[in-house]
């Protein structure tokens, strides 16, 4: 990092109020004193100092809205079947932007767009579990490209991000910190969300700031606990100081994984989709030209590869299929009314007019990881294809509820994605990286519903809003000599329907799928994970003519091809794009948890219930949990350690005097009861998983052991198909001391707390 020091800024570097590593509200260093000072008032001049820059008079405020996993033709607005009717509201009052791009996934994106900068370039080339110690992959944003919340907070607004983050290296998403990667770290007074890529919507979790929240009785969506914090934050903020602008970032956890809402919403779409995905993109299609959003002459795409024409679906495939789609429609309406209560409020409390709302639907295409078929959970899917089709026709209410993980089938992703091809994450093409965006500013902005088709990306945002702000980026902020913004403001854009692109050369990488932009054709490869990057096919598309990437023209234009691959090798040099990087063979050093490669992970009664990147298990792997008692009664009981307990989990606890591990799998329990008593005074208890592996779900896949005081006193075999130690419910995690959420065993019910003297579980990893 180039931290500045020199005489001139030693003093206020030093005065700088830092909270490990976080400045904790505008850099307000000391200054000169000009008056006079003497030995009595009378004989002294007072002298006015303006600690923190105020913005100007009028200055308006800004709200920047992202969607997740949301396609081009999904909603309305832009020619889809979902109704979003605030969203469309918004869109008719203001400014529709066709032609903007994402940088085709969720970390990557959210980079860019906060900091104006590729995604390379902030060192965020992929997902954040995806770490590797190169500069555009070690998931280190760097101090000098600041945020957009940093350079407002600087120019005198209060700054408040709600949501998801996926930002911090995971090795510091916990309350060890260190926490200057954290929004609050990253120019937010404020935030109030969730840190990894998705969580349950119906039991999300949360943090406020820095703390950890309990949400173990909470009973209402995601949305409703967004839209009701940003309501408060606005509503403190301008009952405090009415003429200070703020900045809210809102990051709904909706439209990912897992599509779960409540019932009334899913209905009201109860057999809209029954048509299937193919007349679904024939309507859309023909919506998208009557709206203006694309060209007359645009032609369906073939469907992706692998996708069945709707009508050769089977009865209880179109049923439980369309079903699918009308869960996720459902969430997407309803997410659409939570942000309308922001509106409605900014409108009631008379600041609408004066605010600047950049609304961003998707941070890439379409969802593709519901497969062919969709998911729901484990226990579903493990299941026959028809006898999947059956349990899901005749348990129907499940869908949409925290007792599923859904995500919707490959065909109504190819469908939101219209007119464009392929999914999230492919970024060969436009399927991934297409995304609308809508900007309404009634102050600002006189072309009221109208349509600009200019090319842009998602880093042209941030430089943007400066320019309807009349911002300059600050050279230096928090200390740090800043470099330089990459976005090409769009802002021309607002006030010219007919000007030019400004944007005209952009490349895309994700995962070794690549490709790059330059006035009007783009050169792209599908990468398939595990191939050689040398063998990868470039394609060549005139999207001046071929809008959607229907014809190849490699073949015919070959020297064209060449130059636009000199162009992404350029671009790639210039933003720490290589090494090309494949996921699917990447070490992940630090990534999966915070706990990154540590052998031994030391948990300690007390300690929150722990899920998602902090969990210290995963599947596929052995370890052995020891849990450190002291028996002082041996009447003691109650639960050591649990994992899971909603599908799947495994448990070790005492009950009537006796060591139990119970292990569930797809609903069924298992045990290993010790019949030696546990003797009185300290002791260990430990049991092991022993994973070896197995091809069928019936063949022995490893076993498990029971041992006190290093004492074997069970064993049991597993299969594969009864090998899953975790729950998929992002609700259900680890607990030491109880089982906090869903019992894992039969035999007690939660939580089951110990009753006796537990000093720590340990979990060792097998080398």
Do not use: C
């Not at 600047?356 to 998707?362: A, H, K, N, T």
């Not at 939101?416 to 309404?440: D, L, M, Q, W």
């Amino acid at each position: 990092m180039k931290r500045i020091v020199n005489s001139k800024n030693i003093g206020l570097l030093s005065s700088a109020l830092m909270l490990g590593g976080t400045v904790a509200a505008q850099y307000s260093p000391q200054q000169p004193f000009t008056g006079k000072i003497g030995t009595t008032l009378p004989e002294s001049v007072p002298a006015k100092i303006d600690y923190n820059k105020k913005a100007v008079a009028g200055a308006p405020n800004v709200i920047w809205i992202l969607i997740d996993d949301a396609g081009f033709g999904a909603t309305r607005p832009f020619g889809g079947l979902i109704e979003t009717p605030n969203i469309e509201q918004l869109a008719n009052n203001g400014l529709r932007f066709t032609n903007f791009h994402t940088t085709g996934i969720s970390s990557p994106t959210r980079a860019a767009l906060l900091t104006g900068r590729n995604h390379h370039s902030v060192h965020i080339g992929l997902l954040t579990p995806a770490v590797m110690d190169f500069p555009g992959y070690d998931t280190r944003m760097p101090f000098e490209k600041a945020t957009v919340a940093e350079i407002l907070r600087e120019n005198g607004y209060n700054t408040f991000a709600l949501g998801k983050w996926h930002l911090t290296p995971v090795v510091e998403n916990s309350q060890a910190g260190p926490f200057n990667r954290w929004p609050t770290g990253r120019g937010f007074d404020n935030f109030y969300g969730f840190l990894p890529g998705a969580t349950d919507q119906w039991h999300p979790e949360l943090w406020e700031d820095q703390t950890k929240l309990n949400t173990t009785s909470n009973t209402r969506h995601l949305n409703e606990l967004l839209a009701d914090r940003a309501i408060k934050y606005i509503a403190n903020q301008k009952s405090s100081d009415p003429e200070k602008p703020f900045f809210l970032y809102l990051a709904t956890g909706a439209t990912h994984a897992p599509h779960q809402v409540a019932g009334e919403w899913i209905d009201s779409y109860k057999g809209k989709f029954d048509e299937g995905w193919d007349v679904y993109r024939e309507k859309t299609l023909k919506r998208q030209k009557e709206l203006g959003i694309i060209p007359e002459n645009v032609v369906l795409p073939t469907r992706n590869p692998g996708i069945k024409s709707w009508d050769s679906l089977s009865e209880k495939e179109k049923k439980v299929y369309a079903r699918f789609m009308e869960t996720y429609a459902g969430f997407y309406t309803y997410t659409d009314y939570e942000i309308g209560r922001i509106i409605n409020y900014l409108e009631q409390t008379d600041f609408l007019d004066n605010t600047l709302i950049v609304l961003v639907l998707g941070d890439n295409g379409a969802s593709r990881e519901g497969t062919f078929t969709g998911r729901i959970n484990q226990r579903f899917d493990s299941l026959g294809e028809e006898e999947r089709l059956d349990a899901i026709l005749q348990n129907g209410d499940i869908l949409g509820t925290d007792l599923t993980r859904m995500n919707y089938p490959l065909g109504w992703a190819m469908a939101a994605n219209t007119p464009f091809r392929y999914y999230k994450s492919n970024v060969n093409a436009e399927g991934a990286t297409r995304n609308p965006v809508i900007f309404h500013y009634p102050k600002g902005i006189t072309d009221k519903g109208g349509i600009r088709h200019q090319y842009g990306h998602v880093i042209d945002l941030l430089p943007t809003t400066l320019d309807i702000l009349n911002i300059n980026a600050n050279e230096v902020i928090n200390g740090y000599r800043q470099e330089p913004i990459e976005g090409i403001s769009a802002a021309y854009a607002i006030d010219d329907a007919k000007a030019p692109s400004k944007h005209t050369v952009q490349y895309y990488e994700i995962a070794g799928s690549r490709s790059v932009y330059k006035d009007g054709w783009k050169a792209e490869t599908l990468h398939t994970e595990g191939a050689p990057m040398e063998n990868d096919v470039w394609e060549l598309y005139n999207l001046n003519e071929d809008y959607n990437e229907r014809i190849d023209l490699a073949q015919k234009y070959p020297g064209k091809l060449k130059e636009l691959q000199s162009v992404f090798d350029r671009e790639a040099r210039k933003y720490n794009v290589y090494p090309l990087k494949d996921f699917s063979v990447a070490r992940m050093p630090e990534g999966r948890t915070i706990y990154g490669n540590t052998p031994d992970i030391v948990l300690y009664p007390g300690v929150d219930h722990l899920y998602g990147v902090n969990s210290p298990l995963y599947e596929r792997t052995s370890f052995s949990v020891t849990a450190h008692i002291k028996i002082v009664t041996g009447k003691e009981e109650g639960v050591l350690f649990a994992i899971g307990g909603d599908v799947n989990g495994i448990s070790l606890f005492i009950k009537e005097g006796k060591l139990h591990f119970a292990h569930k799998a797809k609903n069924q329990v298992e045990h290993l009861i010790a019949e030696e008593a546990i003797p009185v005074g300290p002791g260990d208890l430990r049991f092991e998983y022993e994973y070896t592996g197995a091809s069928g779900a019936n063949q022995i896949a490893g076993k498990e052991r029971l041992f006190i005081n290093d004492k074997k006193v069970g064993e049991r075999a597993f299969t594969r198909a009864g090998a899953n130690v975790s729950g998929l419910s992002g609700f259900d995690g680890t607990d030491v001391g109880q089982d906090s959420h869903y019992a894992v065993s039969d035999k007690y019910t939660v939580p089951f707390a110990f009753t006796g003297k537990l000093k720590k579980v340990t979990i060792r990893h097998s080398k």
